[in-house]
């Protein structure tokens, strides 16, 4: 028996016109609220009193901002009692909630810039639900189980079924059978009282963007349906204040649109209103798998929690690991480089989120392939060797943006006319003003986290990570794990605590489709995550008293008078209307 409490908090942000978060597009700002947006929270404490904290939010992603701050938050509140290890923050990637939420620099150019009473009303709702949650704590029986989507049931496509395909571990399906190319499987922890479900975590990979790019309101989309109509049914069965958190798993190349002939087409008969039903829809399906899991009246099928609580975490510097090469099929000297985004990053996804027109894109991949082949043609240059690193790292990808230099082929950013676009318009106002000389445009410094509830591992990720990425990923952790037989099960959890771009295999990084494109510290990306994840594993299986891994390790502080610089204190129409302009 556990004590486990839960509350969920409105995230009281209030549309006033700034870009949303996920799709990058300028144009993309809310003006409205259609539907609440939450933070989700459950605490489980074991017999030995660990506190596990899973909170889930109804936003794009976690940033490295929001946890800092709520751990801060927390740490005041409940003193020695708290250990940031044991606490999850994970993200439903809807891609219509608020943008700005981050202090690095790249992913808030839309917003315009950073949004302070975005992130404070996150903070606040998220710490408030963890209070609540923990208040609420009461003898609660824990039931896991798992459930397959049937294969005619239209809830998720891989978007990317030619990388996909490369990998040698699956079978190859065709632009027909899309959706068989993906993790149909959803696995659920379920709350119990007097043998009644209460509450539940439901882990599905599928994106959040059943919303397209042209709506301007904030949504919870598919996952934040998911939970009302669930909590709805369990409030109609007398159940009082449930809370039902839909997260996600491997969501990388998972679409909830159809990818297959005709898929534009198809795509673009849904629209407007539609666009609500759809995500509605698919967020019916996702509820009714989950109640009908864990409320059936077969009890052998759901397996019982029994067992400890236990986390390690860790913060990696993804942009410079040298890895092992039992993970690089045996390659010697194999190295992540730093975060750079392909050309197939700015070309977007095929049906999800299109992104600049194709002739931009073709100028693109002519220019990088120019600056490549300049760059291989004079060893004598002073940064000869350090290119040489990056295409070796970086492989096939047409870098355009090297994240960690600042650099557009090769040049500062800040260069390209403002005329081009209102994004680069608003790049080059950041760089004027100062305002990114010493920031990050991305994170690099990012935590990795396993969290053991009994017989259950469950792997903490950052950014998206492809079906087989997580699944490479999984394998990795349970090989080392099952080393003690009474961790029985592992699962992962994507878009957790912070946000790294994407996760490919090496075979599908090879295609540099988008999320190839989007997979910043190169093609052996992967690689680096199965390693420095089978090392925390291997710290889980120790007695806490006896580990030793790097718990000091966190992101470097972002100069605040550069964060001020890039701060929206109500200009935000100054600069739309400046980025429009241009």
């Given at each position: 028996?556990?004590q486990?409490?839960?509350?969920?908090q409105?995230?009281?942000?209030i549309?006033k016109?700034?870009?949303?978060?996920?799709?990058?597009?300028?144009?993309?700002r809310?003006?409205e609220?259609?539907t609440?947006l939450?933070?989700?929270?459950?605490?489980?404490?074991?017999?030995?009193?660990?506190?596990?904290?899973i909170?889930?939010?109804?936003?794009?992603?976690?940033?490295?901002a929001?946890?800092?701050q709520?751990?801060?938050?927390?740490?005041?509140?409940?003193g020695?009692?708290?250990?940031?290890?044991?606490?999850?923050l994970?993200?439903t990637h809807?891609?219509?909630?608020p943008?700005?939420?981050?202090?690095e620099?790249l992913?808030?150019?839309p917003?315009?810039?950073?949004?302070?009473?975005?992130l404070?009303?996150?903070?606040?709702?998220?710490?408030?639900s963890?209070k609540?949650?923990i208040?609420s704590?009461?003898?609660t029986?824990?039931?896991?189980?798992t459930?397959?989507?049937?294969?005619?049931?239209?809830?998720a496509?891989n978007?990317?079924?030619n990388?996909?395909?490369r990998?040698?571990?699956?079978?190859?399906?065709t632009?027909?059978?899309t959706?068989?190319?993906?993790?149909r499987?959803?696995q659920?922890?379920?709350?119990?009282?007097e043998q009644?479900l209460?509450s539940f975590?439901?882990?599905?990979?599928?994106?959040?963007?059943?919303?397209?790019?042209?709506?301007?309101?904030?949504?919870?989309?598919?996952?934040?349906?998911?939970a009302?109509?669930?909590?709805?049914?369990?409030?109609?069965?007398?159940?009082?204040n449930?809370?039902?958190?839909?997260?996600q798993a491997?969501?990388?190349?998972?679409?909830?649109?159809?990818h297959?002939?005709?898929q534009?087409?198809?795509?673009?008969?849904?629209?407007?209103?539609?666009?609500?039903q759809?995500?509605?829809q698919?967020?019916?399906y996702?509820?009714?798998?989950?109640?009908?899991?864990?409320?059936q009246?077969?009890?052998?099928?759901?397996?019982?929690v029994?067992?400890?609580?236990?986390?390690?975490?860790?913060?990696?510097?993804?942009?410079?690991?040298?890895?092992?090469a039992e993970?690089?099929y045996?390659q010697?000297?194999?190295?992540?480089?730093q975060?750079c985004?392909?050309?197939?990053?700015?070309?977007?996804?095929?049906?999800?989120g299109?992104g600049?027109?194709?002739v931009?894109?073709?100028?693109?991949?002519?220019?990088?392939?120019?600056f490549?082949k300049?760059?291989?043609?004079h060893?004598?240059?002073?940064?000869f060797?350090a290119?040489?690193q990056?295409?070796?790292?970086?492989?096939?990808?047409?870098?355009?943006?090297?994240?960690?230099?600042?650099?557009?082929?090769?040049q500062p950013?800040?260069f390209?006319?403002?005329?081009?676009?209102?994004?680069?318009?608003?790049?080059?106002?950041?760089?004027?003003?100062?305002?990114?000389?010493?920031?990050?445009l991305?994170?690099?410094?990012?935590?990795?986290q396993?969290?053991r509830?009994?017989?259950?591992?469950l792997?903490?990720c950052p950014?998206?990570?492809?079906?087989?990425a997580?699944?490479?990923?999984?394998?990795?952790v349970?090989?080392?794990?099952t080393?003690?037989?009474s961790?029985?099960?592992?699962?992962?959890?994507?878009?957790?605590?912070?946000?790294?771009?994407?996760?490919?295999?090496?075979?599908?990084?090879?295609?540099?489709?988008?999320?190839?494109g989007?997979?910043?510290f190169?093609?052996?990306?992967?690689?680096?995550?199965q390693?420095?994840?089978?090392?925390?594993a291997?710290?889980l299986l120790l007695?806490?008293?006896k580990?030793?891994?790097?718990e000091?390790?966190?992101?470097?502080?972002?100069?605040?008078?550069?964060l001020a610089?890039?701060?929206?204190?109500?200009?935000l129409?100054?600069?739309?209307?400046?980025?429009?302009?241009?």
């Amino acid at each position: 028996m556990y004590q486990v409490g839960w509350d969920k908090q409105q995230i009281k942000v209030i549309p006033k016109g700034y870009a949303m978060f996920g799709y990058g597009q300028w144009s993309h700002r809310a003006y409205e609220q259609r539907t609440a947006l939450y933070a989700r929270s459950v605490s489980i404490v074991d017999q030995q009193h660990n506190r596990l904290l899973i909170c889930c939010l109804d936003l794009g992603c976690i940033t490295h901002a929001m946890r800092s701050q709520t751990v801060e938050r927390l740490t005041e509140t409940l003193g020695s009692a708290f250990d940031e290890n044991q606490l999850v923050l994970m993200a439903t990637h809807t891609h219509s909630g608020p943008g700005g939420c981050g202090h690095e620099a790249l992913y808030n150019m839309p917003t315009p810039g950073f949004v302070p009473e975005h992130l404070n009303a996150i903070v606040e709702a998220l710490v408030q639900s963890i209070k609540n949650a923990i208040a609420s704590e009461q003898d609660t029986e824990i039931f896991l189980s798992t459930q397959h989507f049937p294969e005619q049931i239209p809830i998720a496509w891989n978007r990317s079924i030619n990388a996909y395909n490369r990998n040698p571990e699956v079978k190859p399906h065709t632009e027909a059978e899309t959706h068989l190319a993906l993790n149909r499987e959803m696995q659920l922890i379920g709350f119990y009282r007097e043998q009644k479900l209460q509450s539940f975590i439901s882990l599905f990979g599928v994106h959040a963007t059943c919303l397209g790019n042209s709506l301007n309101a904030y949504d919870g989309d598919n996952k934040g349906y998911a939970a009302a109509f669930s909590e709805q049914a369990l409030i109609r069965q007398g159940i009082q204040n449930p809370v039902t958190i839909f997260a996600q798993a491997t969501a990388g190349d998972v679409s909830p649109h159809f990818h297959g002939k005709d898929q534009l087409k198809i795509r673009n008969k849904i629209k407007g209103e539609q666009e609500y039903q759809y995500a509605q829809q698919n967020g019916r399906y996702q509820s009714e798998l989950a109640l009908t899991a864990l409320q059936q009246t077969i009890p052998e099928k759901l397996q019982t929690v029994e067992g400890k609580i236990d986390a390690v975490m860790s913060y990696v510097d993804l942009s410079n690991i040298e890895i092992p090469a039992e993970f690089t099929y045996g390659q010697l000297g194999a190295k992540t480089s730093q975060p750079c985004h392909g050309t197939a990053f700015f070309a977007g996804t095929p049906v999800d989120g299109l992104g600049a027109p194709k002739v931009l894109i073709k100028g693109m991949q002519f220019l990088a392939d120019q600056f490549r082949k300049q760059k291989n043609k004079h060893p004598n240059a002073a940064d000869f060797a350090a290119y040489q690193q990056l295409y070796a790292s970086q492989g096939p990808k047409q870098i355009l943006l090297e994240a960690g230099t600042k650099k557009i082929l090769g040049q500062p950013i800040g260069f390209p006319p403002s005329i081009l676009d209102p994004l680069i318009a608003e790049m080059n106002r950041q760089v004027k003003a100062g305002a990114i000389q010493h920031s990050p445009l991305v994170p690099s410094v990012v935590p990795l986290q396993i969290v053991r509830l009994g017989q259950l591992a469950l792997i903490c990720c950052p950014g998206e990570f492809t079906t087989i990425a997580g699944q490479r990923v999984i394998d990795t952790v349970k090989q080392t794990l099952t080393a003690q037989a009474s961790i029985e099960r592992v699962w992962l959890a994507s878009y957790c605590n912070d946000y790294m771009g994407y996760v490919t295999t090496y075979e599908e990084y090879q295609q540099q489709a988008y999320e190839g494109g989007h997979t910043l510290f190169g093609q052996w990306t992967l690689a680096a995550c199965q390693s420095k994840f089978k090392d925390l594993a291997e710290q889980l299986l120790l007695e806490k008293n006896k580990r030793h891994y790097d718990e000091m390790t966190r992101p470097q502080q972002i100069p605040e008078q550069e964060l001020a610089k890039r701060t929206n204190h109500g200009n935000l129409k100054t600069a739309v209307s400046q980025g429009e302009a241009v």
